[in-house]
């Protein structure tokens, strides 16, 4: 099977940098996703890490350690816009598990 | 004009009803997929096809099914609807080759079963 596990809610002031962790077990692995859901909204796609190491994308950053089973999405600069939920999601040959998400309250 | 499009956006139906989900997409993507959301929870894959031919359960196809009624057309059919199965439910779709990692969502169909 396949199980994933992130912190369900986390707080941070605007302009700070907040980390969102994720470690998962899977059967099969090409790969660690990182998507974006404001509330009642669609998830939008923010990263993508198939090998070990860090991806930047903007203020958005990810990383992979695969022998760890283990990634994270790091947010810079946070802005009141950056209020939302994060899910991390393994694509198992091709089909997608996510996480059940991370609320992040930006606060002022 | 949005890529990934759902009919309906909302829909209250009773227990038993049959009731199809359509989703419609305009990126020329092979691949399609349809997901479930409930409160406090991830997106759950309910079944995906990566061509025309090729129709695939998920983790949660059990009282569902679906239909690839063409490259842009992926519909979803409750047979007989159930109360736990309301849900927000998404539609998706990704290239195939190297960038089959992104997937593009469309805006969702919230679905009460009573």
């Known amino acids: 099977g396949q199980s994933l596990e992130q912190p369900s809610e986390v707080t941070a002031v605007e302009g700070a940098i907040v980390q969102i962790n994720c470690t998962y077990q899977?059967?099969?692995?090409?790969?660690l996703s990182w998507y974006q859901q404001h509330d009642g909204g669609a998830p939008t796609f923010l990263s993508y890490n198939a090998l070990d190491g860090l991806e930047e994308t903007g203020r958005f950053s990810s990383f992979l350690s695969r022998s760890d089973s283990y990634g994270y999405l790091l947010l810079q600069e946070l802005q009141m816009k950056d209020s939302a939920s994060y899910f991390c999601?393994?694509?198992?040959?091709?089909?997608?598990?996510f996480g059940s998400g991370t609320k992040l309250n930006v606060k002022p | 004009d949005a890529d990934v499009t759902q009919t309906p956006r909302n829909r209250i139906t009773k227990t038993g009803k049959r009731i199809m989900l359509e989703c419609s997409q305009t990126?020329?993507?092979?691949?399609m997929y349809w997901y479930r959301q409930d409160p406090g929870l991830g997106l759950q894959l309910i079944y995906y096809s990566f061509d025309v031919k090729d129709i695939n359960k998920g983790e949660i196809s059990d009282g569902y099914s679906v239909s690839r009624q063409a490259q842009a057309k992926f519909s979803l059919s409750l047979e007989s609807a159930i109360p736990n199965q309301t849900a927000l439910y998404f539609c998706a779709t990704s290239a195939s080759g190297g960038f089959f990692n992104e997937q593009f969502f469309g805006p969702g169909t919230r679905l009460t079963v009573l």
């Open positions: 990126k020329g993507h092979d691949r």
């Open positions: 999601a393994v694509n198992n040959f091709n089909k997608f598990y």
């Open positions: 899977t059967s099969g692995f090409y790969g």
